[in-house]
């Protein structure tokens, strides 16, 4: 009996440390299950950068305490963001910059001004839209002008929260 209690409990552990890695990729891949940083209240960026959906107050303020400099809110003026963003992100010491990119706003330029942004911080960035699928959507824009491989971008494009706007972006780049 005290074996099988003892093969039991290793079980459990070992499911409750496969169930903590899973947090910890919530909050340390390029995209975050905003969610679980709230829950953990942690974020790692992935080379100094961060990508999510729209956060709110306690999700900004997660950001703010894991040394986050800058919110780069591509969301547009007409969308309901729930909170006077530039308030709350500038009162926890944060810099608020809107770069609003619509569904037509899906270009190199774009993606170029939002790189140019991320590279002028050298603590972590938040990058944000409503579901990151902007902010994927410029990624994926970044890297085939970086790398000019179109497979290589749409899976960096995903990483950072492309879904939606995969043809939009496709059709940017030119491949079916």
């Known amino acids: 009996?005290?074996?099988?209690?003892?093969?039991?409990?290793?079980?459990?552990?070992?499911?409750?440390?496969?169930?903590?890695?899973?947090?910890?990729?919530?909050?340390?891949?390029?995209?975050?299950?905003?969610?679980?940083?709230?829950?953990l209240n942690q974020v790692r960026p992935?080379?100094?950068v961060t990508a999510a959906g729209q956060p709110n107050e306690a999700g900004f303020k997660v950001?703010?305490?894991?040394?986050?400099?800058?919110?780069?809110?591509?969301?547009?003026?007409?969308?309901?963001?729930?909170?006077?963003?530039?308030?709350?992100?500038?009162?926890?010491?944060?810099?608020?910059?809107?770069?609003?990119?619509?569904?037509?706003?899906?270009?190199?330029?774009?993606?170029?001004?939002?790189?140019?942004?991320?590279?002028a911080y050298d603590q972590p960035v938040l990058v944000h839209c409503a579901s990151a699928n902007r902010v994927g959507a410029l990624f994926a824009l970044s890297e085939y002008a970086e790398s000019g491989d179109a497979e290589a971008a749409i899976e960096a494009g995903r990483a950072a929260g492309l879904k939606g706007m995969e043809p939009v972006v496709k059709k940017v780049l030119g491949v079916d």
């Open 46 to 48: 992935v080379d100094g």
């Open 1 to 39: 009996m005290k074996q099988l209690f003892l093969v039991l409990c290793l079980i459990f552990a070992s499911l409750a440390a496969v169930a903590g890695d899973k947090n910890l990729d919530a909050i340390s891949s390029l995209k975050v299950d905003l969610d679980a940083v709230v829950e």
């Open 63 to 119: 950001f703010a305490d894991n040394g986050y400099a800058v919110v780069i809110d591509l969301r547009t003026a007409g969308e309901d963001r729930g909170l006077d963003e530039a308030a709350v992100v500038e009162s926890l010491g944060m810099d608020y910059i809107n770069l609003p990119i619509g569904r037509d706003g899906i270009t190199f330029a774009n993606a170029k001004a939002l790189q140019a942004l991320i590279q």
